[in-house]
């Protein structure tokens, strides 16, 4: 008997039929179905596999018989393949999309980021309702016990915001006995991490769990400026979880989580060559439509990330700081045949950034300034001032700024019966109040807004505030000395003396009003913007399943939802929205149903079938550049419909899932651009119509004794049925080319592809075990993942919104100590060391170059762990 049939309890050996057909199913489309084996405490008795079972629910139920689409990992299988973060997760899962702040789940996901709009996958951390999905990220799943991925709307149970699916992370709870872990892992790129974890009876009714871990990794871009890498991360994490059984139907825990981040992220991904020729714009050095000078005009240097997506050259690094903790509190007391259950979320957040707007350096800035005010004035002939030709020597810089804060608190209640009879329910009420500040802002320094050092510099400090012609003839005409004056122009910042130009062209004397950015530098602000939201939502809700038989099952829920929300901004964008001010609020109301029937066709198949509707509450687009009123969006409403089938086969060897689906969106929230002045920020609207199609397959099955394979497809048919809008962005920079000649023209949008909706995806991972008799148990793990092509906006350009398809392929190879006390795993990640596009965004009306996100590089480790108590 093999090692792997030792340990989990398997007697018996796949026949050559039953091998051929599992061979045959792996050439086609196929999704992990996490079934598991037990602890190893148990797999040493030699029990059999015990089906996964999960709260999807709110239920404890085994997952083969949840008429649901749901992808579980266990703390086991995460360690197996290697999960340990949000693009992990993302690739082993069907039709899931993660980015660095969006989830996706077959096509509906975030659209926009701004306070006032919501998320369409909810994320619970033990039934807490959360927006933060860096919480994948925290400590590599350290203190997780498994992850479920509901595919599908989740009205009726979950509410709010669950529209697309939801995410349920469930934390690992207190042993009655003496346990735990001790764990290091160095790797690559600096790789250090450090964790702990003990758990054990305090007293005779309290138990509790801690976990701790510390994990530093130097960055993956390097900045040629001075050597310094970026897309760093420094992540501290503790929590506890205290549990009381204070006597047999009285249960409570109380748990904390707390996580703080620093290091300096990466400064954002720019592929494209630098555009260094501007003209046409509204004002010198500027493209057309743009409130700012293009930095790159006439620059020295190229972008180092053309030929290595890794380098970038620039003069400012990047830096981050964040921290947030959670609190969650449960009670469970059981009267009979009825729970009673309470839960409170406490969650406050704080995160604040700096990046290089400009992404260059100064020094190599060699703005033409005679050129372009010829330019500018229409006359590309002119020599202006004698100086075309002439560059401008002088340093400027432009950075930006987030800072974000928040703080939520929820409370649910719980009912929830467990009769022997054919009728059961669960019925509910929920509340949730949340209150966040978002302030960002655009800021330049030195040439450019404002007047101050660099000028005094620039001028041999003959003057503090000089004039703009001492400026331009005093730094660029051999043999004149520094501060000598040549036109009696009044003090004034160069963008005022460009403003001056185009406002006297149009017959309006003066200049552009700008802010001084005291707090920054003694800058001047591009664009700013002060955002505050207080959402309230409260739901009551219920369910109830009937047995019709012994074998069909229909469940009927119902939930009624009321969302509020009041929220404010005040703006400022340079030459385009003076300082302005905004309140709105709003509240919106809905009920949302469920109906369904499961029908268990014998002891190993089972068949459901659901429609159900979905709902997101209306929402704002605060913080948008324009005097306008704050635009709103109407409640986003889904009917869908899905049928799956679950099968265990070959007396329990593999366990196989399907489900197809369609869903009917109406009003469907979407993101935009909305370009004034020469500043794009992020729009907000409806889709009249959009549908979905899909169909996904999972697969997890023992192919020998030895062998074991898990296997996920999902193909995803995501289109706006009836939308129409102006590509803002487009109409800003392609108008005036003949790249895009109806850019400004509303566009039919019908028939293109939701956002982060990958047509398909196809992840397969293979272990083999292998019997080293006394010397332990061996076991090494291939996965290979593919991610079709997809798109990040509605206007589907292949140029700005295409993410083209990719795969990544990861090894692993565990040992573990005869007695499971010591546990050591070997990995790479990403052997190919492909860098793929994650998201990209529109260009920057400024510099007219697109920043996003890439992914990892190759990675590799190896890690050693201790485990106490077994």
């Known amino acids: 008997m093999s090692y792997f049939t030792k340990q989990i309890g398997f007697t018996s050996k796949l026949n050559p039929v039953a091998t051929t057909v599992l061979i045959a199913l792996s050439t086609t489309q196929f999704t992990v179905n996490a079934q598991e084996q037990k602890q190893e405490q148990e797999a040493k008795k030699n029990a059999e596999i015990e089906v996964m079972e999960v709260t999807s629910t709110k239920r404890t139920t085994s997952l083969m018989e949840t008429g649901q689409a749901i992808s579980a990992f266990s703390h086991n299988t995460m360690e197996q393949i290697g999960l340990d973060g949000a693009e992990d997760l993302m690739l082993f899962t069907p039709a899931l999309s993660i980015t660095s702040n969006k989830v996706s789940i077959r096509g509906i996901g975030r659209p926009n980021n701004a ?30 016990e498994r992850i479920e991925v509901l595919r599908g709307p989740q009205g009726t149970l979950y509410g709010r915001n669950a529209v697309g699916g939801a995410i349920n992370i469930i934390s690992k709870q207190p042993d009655e006995e003496l346990g735990g872990f001790i764990k290091a892992e160095l790797g690559s790129h600096n790789l250090q991490t450090f964790q702990g974890q003990v758990t054990g009876r305090l007293s005779e009714s309290i138990s509790a769990i801690a976990t701790l871990s510390s994990s530093d990794r130097d960055g993956f871009q390097e900045n040629l400026y001075n050597g310094e890498l970026f897309d760093a991360e420094d992540r501290l994490y503790g929590s506890m979880t205290i549990k009381g059984e204070w006597s047999e139907d009285w249960v409570s825990s109380l748990r904390y989580m707390g996580h703080k981040r620093s290091g300096t992220p990466d400064n954002g991904y720019t592929l494209e060559p630098y555009k260094t020729t501007t003209s046409g714009g509204a004002l010198p050095g500027m493209f057309p439509s743009a409130n700012a000078v293009n930095h790159f005009d006439g620059y020295l240097g190229t972008n180092p990330a053309v030929k290595d997506d890794s380098l970038v050259n620039m003069d400012r690094s990047p830096s981050l700081s964040s921290k947030s903790s959670r609190i969650i509190f449960t009670n469970t007391l059981t009267f009979d045949d009825l729970d009673l259950k309470y839960t409170l979320g406490l969650y406050d957040y704080d995160y604040r950034t700096q990046t290089d707007a400009d992404q260059g350096v100064a020094d190599s800035m060699r703005i033409d300034v005679g050129r372009n005010v010829a330019h ?275 007396g329990g060897l593999a366990n196989l899932s399907t489900a197809a689906y369609y869903y009917d969106y109406t009003d469907l929230q979407v993101m935009s651009t909305i370009t004034e002045g020469g500043f794009t920020t992020v729009g907000f609207n409806n889709a009249a119509e959009a549908s979905v199609t899909g169909a996904e397959v999972e697969l997890m099955a023992m192919v020998t004794d030895d062998t074991q394979i898990m296997m996920s497809y999902s193909i995803t048919n995501a289109e706006y049925d009836n939308y129409e809008s102006i590509d803002s962005s487009a109409c800003a920079i392609l108008a005036n080319g003949d790249s895009s000649k109806d850019a400004c023209q509303v566009q039919d949008l019908s028939g293109n592809k939701l ?49 083209e398809s990719n795969s990544r392929t990861d090894i692993r190879v565990n040992w573990r100590s005869p007695a499971y006390n010591w546990n050591v795993d070997l990995w790479v990640k990403n052997l190919a060391d492909e860098r793929n596009v994650i998201h990209m965004g529109v260009p920057s009306t400024v510099t007219r170059l697109s920043t996003g996100e890439i992914s990892q590089p190759l990675t590799w480790g190896i890690s050693a762990a201790y485990n106490f108590g077994i």
């Open 755 to 803: 956002n982060l909706a990958p047509e398909s995806k196809f992840s397969i991972a293979a272990t083999q075990y292998f019997d080293i008799g006394n010397n332990g148990h061996l076991s090494a793990t291939i996965a290979y993942s593919y991610v079709g092509e997809q798109y990040s906006r509605a206007f589907n350009l292949e140029q700005w919104d295409k993410i």
């Open 376 to 650: 500018s004035l229409g006359m590309p002939n002119l020599d202006a001032f004698g100086l075309a030709g002439v560059p401008l020597y002088v340093a400027s810089d432009m950075f930006y700024n987030v800072q974000q804060s928040g703080e939520s608190t929820s409370h649910e209640i719980q009912l929830i019966s467990d009769y022997e009879g054919n009728l059961n329910f669960i019925a509910g009420a929920y509340y949730y109040n949340s209150t966040e500040s978002q302030y960002s802002d655009y800021v330049e320094t030195g040439f450019g807004l404002m007047q101050g050092d660099i000028i005094n510099t620039i001028t041999g400090g003959a003057i503090n505030t000089g004039l703009i012609a001492d400026l331009v003839i005093s730094s660029t005409i051999p043999g004149v000395p520094p501060g000598t004056p040549v036109l009696g122009l009044p003090p004034m910042s160069l963008y005022q003396y460009y403003a001056t130009l185009a406002n006297l062209g149009a017959g309006l004397p003066g200049m552009a009003p700008y802010e001084v950015a005291t707090d920054y530098e003694n800058g001047g602000y591009l664009y700013y913007g002060q955002n505050d939201l207080e959402t309230t939502a409260m739901a009551v809700y219920g369910q109830v399943e009937y047995d019709v038989t012994q074998d069909i099952k229909v469940t009927a829920g119902i939930r009624y939802s009321d969302d509020e929300k009041t929220g404010s901004d005040d703006i400022f964008a340079y030459l385009s929205t003076p300082k302005t001010q905004h309140e709105v609020g709003d509240s919106w109301d809905k009920v949302t149903w469920r109906l369904q029937a499961d029908w268990d066709i014998d002891s190993t198949s089972h068949l459901y079938g659901y429609a159900a509707t979905g709902y997101r509450s209306g929402g704002f687009n605060l913080g948008a550049a324009t005097v306008k009123d704050v635009a709103k969006v109407a409640p986003e409403e889904l009917m869908a419909y899905e049928v799956g089938y679950k099968k265990v086969l070959f």
């Open 115 to 144: 306070l006032g709009s919501d998320p369409g996958v909810g994320i619970y951390t033990d039934g807490v309702y959360n927006t933060e999905n860096g919480v994948f990220d925290y400590c590599n799943m350290c203190d997780v």
